[in-house]
């Protein structure tokens, strides 16, 4: 038996079982190629710091690993680059995604969330991903890169299909891709020729002593701020209010005290954050971890969900303790690859969180299970349906 048998549907059941028995497992993915899978949180923080263990997938052993597989216009993002060029790229995109402009934000995001919640009227029921957690991330993400309103409904489908592939429908994702594609190449024609006050023109214009992002840079980076600006802040909202609705000691000591919202993120971060694991790793040489040498080119994979909740870093890492001391947390991930758009991600969830508590102050869980993304590396949910 795989010792990871059972992680897309009870995954901190075994990760709590792989931690107790070793730091680091050989285990088979989805995909049916093997990989090592880290678990222990100071392995995890070590790993996700470490030169050697590169985002670069051309330094993956032939037939070891099986991703998403992307066009060459959107492959060339910070997801599979190393220093230097990873170094360049995120100080020129620095220079436009700065805290600055994501507090500017915290203004147009409560206006936002109170549009949504405004559209769902004082009493009912609704699907609160569909109706609230999906829309907000997707409309700031939009605003901040300048997306015409248009063309929205079109990018949350893209996205959405791309995020959870359809084995009935396998030339979906395909499709999806290639329309993203198409659509990112207009956009930046038009940003060109008519530049605006938004991201995306800036992103075009920034330059650091001469230096300027590629034409590929460029849309790679577009579309790695839409898909994970997107999908981490839809996860981060929806497993959040989920949990908190599943405390209501807890949720009732939040209203109370809404000033404590932001403490409160980072725990709900820490016990049910976006994502199981960081994005996989090839050793460019031969490294040991805990004791365990892993080949040169195998895939790493380490998990942010079982580092944060390994007991030897969070006593009682299973409970939700709105006054712990959450420092260190690896949610939004470690080291130089840490989520380019944490800021942001953060400040949405404590808008969106903090705006339910004002304004449904009798939300509850409807009757019926929510259901959770199927995937061993994300963790959200595809609906949360509450009553009001």
């Known amino acids: 038996m795989d010792p990871a048998d059972g992680l897309i549907d009870h995954p901190y059941d075994v990760y709590r079982r792989l931690r107790d028995t070793a730091p680091v497992h050989r285990i088979t993915g989805p995909d049916g190629t093997s990989a090592w899978l880290v678990t222990r949180y100071e392995d995890v923080r070590t790993a996700l710091a470490d030169p050697r263990l590169s985002l670069d997938k051309r330094h993956a052993s032939p037939g070891t690993y099986k991703g998403l597989s992307l066009p060459p216009a959107l492959d060339a993002n910070l997801l599979n680059m190393d220093p230097p060029d990873h170094t360049r790229i995120r100080r020129l995109v620095a220079r436009a995604f700065t805290p600055g402009r994501v507090q500017r934000l915290r203004e147009p995001v409560r206006r936002t969330a109170d549009r949504l919640l405004d559209g769902l009227g004082p009493h009912g029921s609704t699907d609160l991903i569909a109706s609230y957690a999906a829309p907000l991330p ?8 300048g997306v015409p309103e248009g063309d929205r409904l079109d990018f949350r489908q893209w996205t959405d299909t791309l995020m959870t592939p359809d084995p009935a429908r396998p030339d979906a994702s395909r499709q999806a891709m290639a329309a993203m594609l198409g659509f990112l190449t207009r956009l930046l024609a038009a940003k060109r020729a008519e530049p605006a006050d938004d991201l995306l023109s800036d992103l075009i214009a920034v330059r650091d002593e001469g230096d300027r992002l590629t034409e590929d840079e460029l849309m790679s980076l577009a579309f790695l701020i839409l898909f994970a600006g997107y999908e981490n802040t839809v996860h981060l909202i929806g497993n959040a209010v989920l949990t908190l609705l599943q405390h209501p000691d807890q949720l009732a000591g939040l209203r109370e005290d809404p000033s404590r919202v932001p403490a409160a993120v980072d725990e709900l971060m820490r016990l049910e954050g976006p994502a199981l694991l960081a994005i996989r790793r090839f050793p460019v040489e031969d490294v040991t971890i805990a004791g365990v040498t892993v080949p040169a080119g195998e895939t790493v994979w380490v998990s942010l969900a079982a580092a944060n909740r390994d007991p030897a870093r969070f006593p009682g890492p299973d409970r939700l303790d709105l006054s712990r ?15 380019l758009g944490a800021p942001l991600a953060r400040a949405e969830t404590e808008i969106a969180v903090a705006a339910l508590l004002e304004r449904l102050p009798e939300l509850a869980l409807a009757q019926g299970e929510p259901t959770w993304r199927p995937s061993m590396r994300a963790r959200g949910l595809l609906t949360l349906p509450v009553t009001y």
């Open 325 to 339: 001391d959450t420092a260190g947390q690896l949610a939004l991930g470690h080291g130089i690859h840490h989520c």
């Open 138 to 145: 997707i409309t700031v993400i939009c605003d901040l890169l």
